[in-house]
């Protein structure tokens, strides 16, 4: 661990880049970031968005901002179910596009639904045992559309440290009191739920049910228990559990046998599913509302019905758990045994999604500047994702991978994990 430490002592200063200073500008902030990527230090970073691949898949072929094209490893990718090239769903994704076009050119409350977005809602419902589901064009204006119409200035929404950024702008929006709690600490939710005042009784818990950055996931049989207690609704984003995690790939509430316990199933479309958008199943009444009350979906234009077209045979599959669920879980299970086996902190995931902590950004950047030109590709987690003591690198598994691939990956990730002092 010498050599990490001395790495770690590298003068490289980590400036704020979001506040404006003073007697700045307000676009400075943006001439100071260029000039510390421009100043080459930050390889890994310079990197970001300047990669270019073909259709996502076990073995990708990626192209640099240089023009050089290699093959990599995929290990960056939330398809993990390739559903994404799976034959059944492309070609419910070209039969749609054939009778529809390429776009809706309409929001969904005026003439952006088909017969195909209309099934593809019933089959998330379906999926959930709710009475209905709304379909937004993007996860992230999912979660801001939901948070923001269900609550306001008279309720207070209690979250996990570790929720995704999408629910944390959807609170401010909002106007609610916003609570957090430590990660997973429920000690800590208890306190602040005997703490609220009984004339507050709007009051919402929202979590991450796979949470995406350390790939564990919320003990909801407590949360119920506790939501219960106090009188909450309960709000889950299973964006990373959809498909993955449950006995039938339900996500993390069937994990738990709460599924009928929770009052907001929100998950998202872009990654088991391999598509785009998000989606909340609930009752009746709740869809009725945020289909007007939830500005993102209110104010945003359709779903592509190509798009919706591929979803309906990607629930067609996960209704059947014929997705290759049990595959996936095999190269997950693999991958975090040979990482384990060479030294790797890899924290405590129970999904397809496995960190490798890093711990200092100068040496998170250059791994994977590196490890990208060597054949593997993999995500880069620092501030404002994770504090940046915590940087890690993301692996996320894919059905399709096979034992091979998995190998070749983790011994070019331990000859960089050598080369840093992160294992012996």
Not at 177 to 183: R, S, T
Not at 340 to 368: C, R, T, W
Request: include cysteine; aromatic fraction near 8%.
């Amino acid at each position: 661990m010498q050599e990490l430490k001395e790495k770690e002592s590298v003068n490289i200063k980590f400036e704020n880049f979001i506040d404006t200073k003073e007697g700045e500008d307000l676009f400075d902030k943006a001439t100071r970031l260029d000039d510390v990527l421009s100043s080459g230090v930050l390889t890994g970073n310079e990197a970001l968005g300047m990669v270019t691949m073909n259709k996502v898949q076990p073995e990708s072929e990626i192209r640099e901002k240089d023009g050089s094209i290699h093959e990599v490893i995929m290990l960056g990718s939330n398809s993990y179910l390739n559903l994404s090239t799976h034959p059944q769903v492309m070609q419910g994704a070209r039969e749609a596009l054939e009778k529809f076009g390429y776009g809706m050119g309409a929001v969904s409350n005026y003439a952006g639904i088909t017969d195909i977005h209309k099934e593809l809602e019933k089959r998330i419902a379906k999926f959930y045992g709710t009475e209905d589901a709304i379909v937004f064009p993007s996860g992230y204006g999912a979660n801001i559309g939901i948070v923001s119409a269900l609550c306001g200035k008279n309720d207070v929404i209690i979250n996990d440290a570790a929720n995704h950024a999408s629910i944390f702008d959807g609170c401010v929006l909002s106007g609610a009191d916003i609570k957090v709690f430590p990660h997973r600490d429920m000690k800590g939710l208890e306190r602040i739920l005997s703490r609220i005042p009984a004339e507050q009784t709007g009051r919402l818990i929202i979590t991450d049910g796979v949470f995406s950055m350390d790939g564990d996931m919320a003990p909801l049989d407590e949360i119920v228990a506790l939501a219960q207690k106090y009188n909450c609704r309960i709000m889950i984003d299973d964006a990373h559990g959809v498909g993955v995690v449950g006995p039938t790939g339900r996500g993390t509430a069937e994990h738990y046998g709460v599924m009928d316990k929770i009052d907001l199933h929100v998950g998202m479309l872009s990654k088991g599913p391999g598509g785009l958008g998000g989606y909340c199943a609930s009752s009746r009444k709740i869809v009725q509302y945020l289909r007007l009350y939830a500005r993102s979906y209110f104010f945003s234009t359709a779903l592509p019905a190509s798009v919706a077209g591929g979803l309906n045979e990607v629930f067609k599959l996960l209704e059947e758990d014929k997705a290759g669920r049990n595959q996936l879980w095999d190269n997950t299970n693999y991958l975090k045994q040979k990482l384990v086996e060479k030294g790797f902190d890899i924290g405590h995931s129970s999904s397809a999604v496995v960190p490798v902590m890093v711990y200092s950004e100068p040496i998170l950047f250059e791994m994977y500047d590196k490890l990208r030109k060597r054949g593997v590709y993999v995500n880069i987690v620092t501030y404002p994702a994770v504090r940046r003591k915590e940087c890690r690198l993301r692996l996320c598994t894919m059905k399709d991978l096979t034992f091979d691939q998995i190998d070749r990956a983790v011994e070019i990730i331990s000859e960089l994990g050598r080369e840093y002092g992160l294992i012996k």
